[in-house]
């Protein structure tokens, strides 16, 4: 007779959270979290509370009706909303989590149609568009690990004012974008200028005279690349030219901007196919 074992049961993900703020957006509150047996009791946020579910499923009452998140859904809370949150399957779930002031999101709003309103409503408490859900995603990845000031803003007004726009109650007329040519070059002479310094939307906005929303637009529609990632691309450029004149890679690091060794290695080789240390070899070529 075959002794026919049962499949082994999957052990459920260890619960653990890591929290943390982020200074240049007025201290805005993060959290990345696995939860299986912790069950939130009934609460509000003087915030909005929005994330994104990671794994598994989240059940939480809200409004008087219990609603459930499952992977790659985004859910919103509204300030002031009474809600509670549990595990809605045994392996629990995990998630990313905003907590913006409401003025952060009046804020996006204004940038869109230029009128200062009240705070955006959204009327559906989980909400499916796996794209936005992605790019909610890797904002919250940047705002924990993206030591670029210009990337974290830049993703954060873009990514908020989509939400606004995709699913708010009353979405707002967006002005059209006019021809900004001007006020392009005057960033990309200023980036030019001080790739290997930080620098922030507010002060490309600032020098160009435009709302940040419509400078990245413009800057976008017109060189291809959002800002932060036009900034990247010059300081791997200058990398390369400072490698080639025999520098030390820690020394062209600290040159160029990036916070060290490590960051320049990972953009280096996202942008060009090989490591610092492959383009300083004697007679190395750049893969086509």
């Known amino acids: 007779m075959v002794n026919r074992s049962s499949a082994p049961t999957q052990s459920p993900p260890v619960e653990q959270t890591k929290f943390w703020r982020d200074p240049n957006l007025g201290n805005l509150e993060l959290l990345r979290a696995t939860y ?7 609460h509000t946020h003087e915030e909005y509370a929005i994330g994104i579910i990671d794994a598994g499923v989240e059940e939480f009452n809200y409004q008087g009706d219990i609603h459930r998140a499952t992977t790659n859904n985004i859910v919103i809370v509204h ?6 949150g549990h595990a809605g399957v ?11 002031d409401v003025t952060l999101l009046q804020q996006a709003l204004t940038e869109l149609d230029g ?19 992605d790019r909610l995603r890797r ?19 873009c990514t908020f004012a989509e ?20 006020a392009v070059q005057q960033a990309l002479e200023y980036l030019n200028c001080h790739y290997a310094h930080s620098v922030s939307l507010e002060q ?11 400078l990245l637009r413009s800057f976008q529609r017109s060189i291809g690349l959002p800002p932060h990632a036009y900034l990247i691309q010059l300081r791997v450029t200058r990398a390369k030219e400072l490698l080639k ?15 060290d060794q490590s960051h320049l290695n990972r953009h280096f080789k996202r942008i060009t196919g090989i490591t610092p240390k492959q383009y300083r070899l004697p007679g190395a070529r750049m893969p086509h």
């Open 36 to 42: 299986v047996t912790h069950a939130f009791t009934r």
């Open 79 to 84: 300030p002031g909303e009474v809600h509670t």
């Open 90 to 100: 045994p392996m629990g779930w995990q998630y990313r989590m905003f907590y913006p």
């Open 115 to 133: 009128t200062l309103r009240a705070m955006p409503y959204f009327p559906q408490p989980v909400i499916q568009d796996p794209e936005l859900a």
């Open 139 to 157: 904002l919250h990845i940047a705002l924990e690990q993206s030591e670029s000031r210009l990337e974290c803003d830049s993703r954060f007004l």
């Open 163 to 182: 939400l606004i726009m995709r699913h708010a109650d009353r979405r707002p007329w967006i002005r059209p974008d006019g021809q900004e040519d001007q």
């Open 204 to 214: 490309l906005a600032a020098l160009t005279n435009l709302k940040p929303l419509r």
């Open 245 to 259: 004149q025999g520098l030390s890679i820690a020394q062209v690091a600290f040159d160029t901007g990036f916070t």
